[in-house]
């Protein structure tokens, strides 16, 4: 392992790779889960035991060289989003943001995303946790759910951690959507909607992937939060079938938050090295 770890600090120049030299167990436990995920009960018994197993692992090694690329950033592995991950980025980044400050932009290829109005859009509680964004020349559109802002946002983290979903913020983007679908022929009768996908950043990200996973979308969300029950949660989801969904994680290794996040099917996971000063969990790691 001490070898590894030094092969990787000198090729990736980061110092936090130094950690790998560490031994662990979590290899071993995604073993058992794989081979048993297909048998009920005991596929769900394995993957809560690999869960806590590999998160806390992570969890820890994130917490050490989150400290140390603070220090000294690595050198190369950043995140060069483009094309729909880099297009969910800077939505992710722009719903943070009061609804009438949200701006257009412009995506790698050259496309421009426009900000929807909400008069255009179906009824929502709270227009601060949600923004729909559209590429006329893609006929494409990305619903953006905010992150932890306030204190409700601080009640539905709390609930994550405990292993638990926030069965409020899921339901409203999922009822969001569903509507929007059926009624975009009234609002957008010179628009084919041919395209929508969900994304989001941290507890945004959580809500954006669940959602995306229920309705059989394609969602890109970074640094997803998770809580210790992650695994089992989406083991049952996955026995319990459904539709078809594709769900891009993005994550910057050291990240705490989303420590626990599991595999599921559908999901894809990329991790990117930590290479700006400042918390590996801040969005801006994945932007320019």
């Not at 969910?88 to 609804?99: D, L, Q, R």
């Not at 290829?109 to 964004?133: C, I, K, M, S, T």
């Amino acid at each position: 392992n001490f070898d590894k770890a030094t092969a990787a600090v000198l090729e990736t120049g980061d110092l936090s790779r130094v950690l790998d030299a560490v031994p662990t167990i979590g290899a071993g436990t995604e073993f058992i889960s794989a081979c048993t995920r297909k048998i009920p009960v005991v596929g769900q018994a394995a993957e809560q035991v690999n869960s806590l197993t590999t998160g806390s692992e992570r969890l820890v090694r994130g917490a050490l060289g989150s400290g140390i690329n603070n220090i000294c950033p690595a050198a190369t592995g950043r995140p060069c989003l483009t094309g729909s991950a880099y297009v969910g980025a800077k939505i992710s980044e722009e719903v943070y943001k009061a609804p009438g400050e949200r701006s257009s932009f412009r995506d790698r290829e050259g496309n421009w995303w426009h900000p929807v109005d909400w008069q255009y859009l179906p009824h929502f509680d709270d227009h601060a946790r949600l923004g729909v964004f559209h590429c006329p020349a893609l006929k494409a559109f990305f619903c953006g759910c905010r992150g932890t802002q306030d204190c409700q946002d601080i009640n539905s983290d709390i609930v994550v951690a405990f292993g638990g979903l926030p069965p409020d913020r899921c339901a409203s983007v999922i009822n969001f959507v569903i509507q929007f679908k059926r009624e975009r022929e009234e609002h957008y009768r010179d628009l084919e909607l041919c395209d929508l996908r969900t994304c989001g950043h941290s507890l945004g990200g959580l809500v954006a992937g669940y959602s995306a996973s229920y309705l059989g979308l394609t969602a890109e969300v970074f640094n997803p939060y998770a809580g210790i029950n992650d695994g089992v949660i989406k083991g049952i989801l996955d026995e319990a079938g459904g539709r078809s969904a594709t769900i891009n994680v993005h994550r910057i290794r050291n990240d705490v938050a989303s420590a626990f996040y599991a595999e599921g099917s559908g999901i894809t996971i990329k991790e990117y090295s930590h290479t700006k000063k400042g918390l590996a969990h801040s969005l801006s790691q994945f932007l320019p």
